[in-house]
């Protein structure tokens, strides 16, 4: 947001307070209200922030936490120059993120939070998160005190909520939270968006960047927080604040330009009738989805240009559309949609538009319930990249006209393309935040825009023969703290892939989302470390040889705890009842399936079982896991689907 913005923002924020006060100007000081502009530090430092009951529950998604992270990230960076002293950032230009409303207790000053409890949540998530990642750098900045302060030699969190306390602690000391089943829906939530943060949090601020950004995000980043010191009267400046009028949407804008284009009655009507019924289909899924999808459109068809990573450049198409399509659309739509007379628009919109948001449609259809036609539409729903990249490089290869079974085949092709690449990145310890992959999917787009199906094969095989990062990274990966969420998705795609080639019904969703029993991630070794002495000189060295993804299964959730610290002697035999990849580590498994190695498919991996399970067997099994990755992702797989 520009500093224009945020003082037209505040100017309005502050107009609407004023009219309140003069409204209730004859109250007592009860009915005081404070507003200020404040910086994340000065909200937060040392303060303590009660959460109602009634909205105890923090419920962001993926999508709210990711794209937070995107537009702080991206707003740093359009200032950030490597060369700049530290002292540089207070120069740097301002974001706002929005108000707060707050109640105070006249008696003992305790603030409760009315408006604004999932923002500052989130905004804690963040500092926890930055707080760890600061801890390997030499350049540190002082943040603790905004996520927890201490009072009478008490140390406590900023955020008050019994509930959120184990949780917040784990993951403020350890950088991890266990989820348990008795958890609070708040719990669960908190733990997958500070894993949602990891993944999105861009690589290039990692390292010398660091203490730059996170001076930023306390100092520069804005919050309105508003006070009043009654609780009726801070819910009545909720409501104003979220009281939207008639302000118009970019997308009533947008259709207000394209039917003043039209100029014959009927053919106006017509699109009207149209635009209304497609609305209302994407509403069914979200009251901003309208937005979102022509967003995702305009980006996969018609954006030529992006904004370059140089301070000071200038926003080009890609980020024109997400932040104004309707101003994008009335500057651009001769040059790049080829739209001039009235007919143009009448046909345009009449028969693409709906075309196009079925497409969109069809494909979130596809994320959320497992289609064994288009499977890794699914799988990218879990291990993806940012929406605003997937959702235009998904739809960029569909044609106006695509029978169904070309379109949804084509939407196979790129999300395989997506989750190939998120894999690669991931177990070569590389992220994939949108702010660093961004150039290379938008060219992406570019590239496989409106291909044909073998085209577009031949494309995506040729971009996934040239990621960089290759598969012998297995070799080095293990399990970690902050990559639970991914090693579960890598095992899930194994177990489901072996057990598809001997024929078992069971499926991807079987492992990493069933309706039925949960899956866990199973550690073969048991965490005793005396028991392996012999092969470390010490315990760090075990726990990276017990964590890589060599030493680690899928089991049914208790199953795993109720012989997790067991030998490995006594668990062979139970993983004999298990799925497929548990129990080819048995020997009995081939004796009872002999036509198992005879597969094909098979046949190349080298399967072997392990009466003993050493250091050397896991080496073993991390060269398997290779293998079976090298043949999950191959790019035969273009050219088998495409027919050639």
């Known amino acids: ?128 998160y930055l707080n760890h990642l600061q801890m390997e750098t030499c350049s540190k900045v002082s943040i603790g005190e905004l996520i927890l302060s201490e009072k009478y030699g008490k140390k406590s969190f900023n955020m008050t909520d019994i509930q959120r306390e184990p949780c917040l602690k784990s993951l403020f000391n350890e950088g991890k939270y266990n989820v348990k089943e008795k958890d609070s829906e708040t719990a669960k939530n908190m733990v997958a968006r500070y894993d949602d943060i990891a993944q999105a949090f861009p690589e290039e601020l990692t390292e010398i960047a660091l203490p730059y950004f996170i001076d930023w995000f306390i100092e520069k980043v804005v919050i309105v927080e508003i006070i009043a010191y009654s609780d ?54 979200n009251e901003t989805a309208d937005q979102t999808f022509f967003q995702t459109w305009f980006r996969s068809k018609y954006a030529s240009s992006i904004r370059p990573g140089k301070v000071g450049s200038e926003n080009q198409d890609f980020e024109l559309i997400g932040s104004q399509f309707h101003n994008w659309f009335k500057d651009k739509h001769r040059e790049l949609l080829k739209l001039y007379t009235s007919d143009d628009f009448y046909e345009f919109f009449k028969t693409q538009f ?43 290869a569909i044609n106006y006209g695509d029978t169904v079974e070309i379109a949804k085949m084509k939407l196979d092709f790129v999300a ?30 570019k590239l496989i825009r409106s291909n044909k199906l073998i085209e577009l094969g031949e494309n995506l095989a040729s971009e996934s023969d040239n990621i960089k990062e290759a598969w012998d990274g297995i070799m080095n990966f293990g399990l970690h703290g902050q990559n639970r969420k991914f090693v579960k998705h890598l095992l899930s795609r194994i177990s489901s892939y072996l057990d598809s080639i001997v024929g078992k019904e069971s499926n991807y969703a079987s492992y990493h989302h069933p309706n039925g029993r949960q899956f866990e991630i199973e550690h073969i070794w048991g965490n005793i470390f005396d028991e392996h002495r012999d092969e470390f000189k010490d315990e760090q060295d075990f726990q990276i040889c017990r964590n890589s993804i060599g030493a680690l299964l899928l089991l049914p959730n208790g199953t795993n705890q109720s012989f997790g610290s067991d030998k490995y002697e006594e668990k062979i035999n139970h993983y004999l009842k298990e799925n497929v990849y548990a129990q080819t580590l048995n020997s009995k ?34 060269k398997l896991v290779q293998r079976i990755c090298e043949q999950i992702w191959s790019t035969d797989f273009y050219r088998v689907e495409a027919g050639q």
Not at 597 to 615: D, Q, R, W, Y
């Open 1 to 128: 947001m520009t500093t224009k913005e945020l003082k037209l923002r505040l100017v309005q924020a502050g107009k609407k307070i004023v009219i309140w006060e003069r409204k209730h100007m004859n109250r007592s000081f009860e009915n005081k209200i404070d507003a200020a502009n404040k910086s994340i530090k000065a909200l937060l430092k040392e303060q303590k922030f009660y959460i109602d009951y009634f909205q105890r529950e923090y419920r962001w998604e993926k999508k709210h936490i990711k794209l937070l992270v995107e537009d702080l990230t991206t707003a740093f960076l359009k200032s950030y120059n490597r060369n700049d002293n530290r002292s540089s950032v207070a120069n740097y230009q301002s974001y706002y993120l929005g108000p707060v409303v707050l109640s105070v207790n006249a008696e003992n000053g305790e603030k409760s939070i009315i408006d604004g409890q999932q923002r500052i949540t989130s905004i804690t998530l963040l500092l926890i």
């Open 232 to 285: 009726e009267n801070a819910y009545m400046i909720f409501e104003t604040m979220n009281d939207r009028g008639l302000n118009l949407t970019p997308t009533e804008m947008l259709k207000g330009y394209v039917l003043s284009k039209i100029t014959k009655t009927e053919q106006r009507n017509e699109v009207n009738a149209v635009w209304e019924k497609q609305i209302q289909e994407l509403h069914k899924y």
């Open 354 to 396: 709906p075309f196009f948001a079925k497409w969109y449609v069809k494909s979130w259809d596809a994320q959320c319930e497992f289609d064994n036609k288009a499977s890794h539409l699914y799988y990218v729903n879990y291990w993806g990249i940012a929406e605003s990249l997937q959702d235009p490089l998904l739809l960029a």
């Open 416 to 445: 395989r393309f997506i989750e190939t690449f998120t894999v690669r990145r991931a177990v070569n310890y590389r992220k994939f935040g949108q702010t660093s992959i961004k150039y290379t999917m938008f060219n992406l787009v």
């Open 589 to 622: 498994y081939y004796e009872k399936n002999p036509n198992f190695l005879k597969s094909i498919a098979v046949e190349n991996l080298g399967f072997t079982p392990h009466a003993e399970f050493n250091k050397a067997d896991i080496i073993e099994r991390r």
